[in-house]
């Protein structure tokens, strides 16, 4: 089975199991999404030349632990892209650089900062925060952190980058669970 997805993958769209599901979300079922870079600065991604397939989805998130009277917590994009030969361990590095050159910078019109959270070879997890608002876009006092998460498996990446849902977002533990369940479906590819 797993040779079969594979050869799917390289000869057209990544499969949609490869992709976070509404049971992952709690909320509505996923709906297909443009594909964007991380929003690191104004980073750029060399490796986007060694694309073979790509998928991306957006996905609203409540934390389970809510009813479903709560609105959603926060909003997901996850990207699924295959490479060729190197283009997977490429793309991980150029984002642990942008990150590094990058701690201070921009998301959208705020000032933001970013931070590595967690750094291996496979896998990177980025905290960036901005002042945190209210509903109505007035300041709030402390920082909203949202974040990128990258999982490399292979020649494949699964990307997660949250931007948060109205003044809410999710938790870190809450973010770890998506990476993980997104980690999982990656290994579909292998």
Known sequence: MKTALLAL???GP???????????GHVGPPVAAAYRAPAVCDADFPS????RSRASIELQYRSARLSTD????????NTVTVYRAGGAAQFITELR?????????????RAAKFRLVENSDDALLVERSTAAYNDDGSVAGGRRVTWIAAVRDGDAVTMLETIGYESGTASPAEVRGLVKAAAKRLELLS
């Open 9 to 11: 993958v390289l000869a």
């Open 14 to 24: 990544v499969p949609p199991g490869t992709l976070l599901t509404q049971a992952d």
């Open 48 to 51: 986007d030349r060694l694309v």
């Open 70 to 77: 709560y609105i959603p917590t926060d909003t997901v994009h």
């Open 97 to 109: 650089t942008a990150v590094r050159k990058c701690p201070l910078g921009r998301f959208g019109a």
